[in-house]
């Protein structure tokens, strides 16, 4: 974390940097009569420097009147555009384009978000917190969940307003709330999994006793609805290092209510006794497919991640202890696979994810087949069947479930997968492995057979499919030859 000098003069450049926008905007609304004041994650990033186009603003003026400015103030600019869909809880967007030249990679847009001053109710058994406006900026700030969050910089003026030390506490990197955190916790207990997020985007360190109300009010989780909870997890895991957010999850308890894969996990030794125990490997092995992720040049990729962090949860399921002492874990990546969708399932996660997610851990063994490369290419290209279009995710899962301290083994794995990578490659320029299907298609099929569309298509197209894969490309001459005596051989 920078220190305090650093911090400012962070604030300074990046507020130079939107100034265009931004004071436009207050002119706009200092015009009509209101305040306008950048605030929350907005000044945090603006004071680490890390600043992005999305901004977020609060002012006095309701939401009506703030639906008429942004729409005034964007009218006339050829790609601007105005929403309200949030406009019950005080807040309106715009997109407003960017003028003037732009890096490489830089967004066109920035994208403003400004609410009223909110003065929430929350009541102890609501999911979601009663919306009231107020007349103040510290009452709203009071509002917020974290000091870091509840800064505020005045456009126009560029006055700054802290009214609860959260510059101090950016400085040196500690999670705390305006009021007391049981307070702030019971009025939306989802932010005790948002200080598990920051622990692991910002590297920051929650005070002790904001530990201690996560861990007293872990079960208080259990109100937030399911995709509230979905939305934060997703966060934590693309966040660059999520391991101590996770980490933080499990050790206050909250993991038990939204996610209990996880400390279950906690309790396994693995069988080689490489780790402290499964939890402790699945950690390592995210950081490993995050590493390979970025190594590979992919974007932060959540499927990937909730792969590498749940590929293991089987296991408990599955444990048993042998005659020599050793402990197994047999088919726990079948019965993971089942654990995986329901998880998912009641976290809301959305039907292509969850199916995703289930393959991917129930085909992460499937490479220990390999031996020491002797596979034949019926077996690459199963395995390039299998994986479907989860093939280059399954190659970085695999990869990073190597976490033997063993370095020949290590490397001997790393070797053997480079091969099989070879081959996956080799054989796709050769035959088109990503499109693999039989040499006929239905309707051929049903021309060479004289029959109409029926299961007997189907079951003649699976027995090609299988030809196809043991035997590579056979053409469509042999393949007929192939289905005709298979046709014959039913009776």
């Known amino acids: 974390m920078p220190d305090l000098s650093e911090v400012q003069a962070n604030a300074v450049a990046e507020l130079l940097r ?53 729409s005034s103030y964007t009218s006339g600019i050829k790609g601007a555009a105005v929403w309200a869909i949030g406009k019950e809880f005080g807040t309106i967007g715009a997109r407003i384009p960017t003028e003037g030249p732009r890096d490489v990679g830089e967004s066109p847009d920035w994208v403003v978000e400004i609410t009223t001053y909110r003065a929430d109710i929350y009541r102890p058994e609501s999911r979601k917190p009663e919306v009231a406006f107020g007349d103040t900026l510290q009452g709203d700030l009071v509002r917020r969940d974290f000091t870091v969050n509840a800064m505020a910089i005045k456009v126009g003026e560029n006055t700054f307003t802290d009214p609860y030390g959260g510059l101090a506490d950016l400085a040196q990197s500690v999670l705390r709330t305006p009021g007391t955190p049981e307070q702030s916790f019971s009025d939306d207990p989802l932010r005790m999994m948002r200080a598990a997020r920051f622990a692991a985007q910002l590297q920051m360190q929650p005070a002790p006793e904001v530990l201690s ?18 939305d934060e997890l997703s966060k934590l895991l693309l966040a660059d290092k999520p391991r101590a957010g996770l980490a933080m999850l499990v050790a206050t308890g909250i993991a038990d209510h939204v996610l209990p894969e996880l400390p279950a996990m906690r309790l396994e030794v693995d069988e080689h006794h490489r780790h402290k125990d499964v939890f402790e490997h699945s950690l390592v092995v995210l950081d490993q497919a ?42 726990h990546d079948v019965v993971g696979a089942k654990l995986v969708k329901k998880r ?148």
């Open 18 to 70: 939107i100034a265009p926008v931004v004071e436009r905007l207050g002119v706009r609304f200092a015009d009509a009569g209101y305040e306008l004041h950048l605030v929350g994650g907005s000044v945090r990033d603006a004071l680490l420097g890390r600043l992005g186009h999305d901004l977020d603003f609060t002012t006095d003026a309701r939401p009506d009147e703030i639906e008429r400015l942004l």
């Open 290 to 331: 995050i590493d390979l992720e970025k190594r590979r040049g992919h974007a932060p990729d959540l499927i990937n991640r909730l792969a590498a962090l749940l590929h293991d949860v089987g296991k408990p399921a599955t444990r048993r202890f042998v005659d020599d002492g050793k402990v197994t874990f047999h088919h």
């Open 344 to 491: 998912l399932k009641a976290l809301r996660f959305s039907s292509d994810e969850i199916a995703a997610v289930a393959k991917l851990v129930e085909l992460h063994l499937r490479f220990h087949g390999y031996g020491d490369g002797q596979w034949t290419d019926s077996a690459v290209r199963r395995y390039v069947r299998d994986a479907g279009d989860q093939l280059e995710r399954l190659h970085i899962l695999t990869r990073a479930d190597c976490t033997t301290r063993n370095k020949r083994k290590a490397e001997r794995l790393r070797r053997a997968y480079d091969d099989l990578e070879d081959r996956i490659d080799a054989l796709a320029a050769e035959e088109e492995l990503g499109a693999m299907r039989p040499d006929l298609n239905g309707d051929q099929i049903m021309a060479i057979l004289g029959i109409g569309p029926g299961k007997e298509v189907g079951q003649a197209y699976k027995f090609l499919l299988e030809q196809r894969i043991d035997n590579g490309p056979l053409g469509e001459e042999a393949a007929k030859q192939v289905l005709l005596e298979w046709w014959q051989s039913r009776d």
């Open 213 to 230: 109300a996560m861990t007293a009010m872990a079960d208080r989780i259990q109100i937030i609805s399911a995709e509230r909870v979905r």
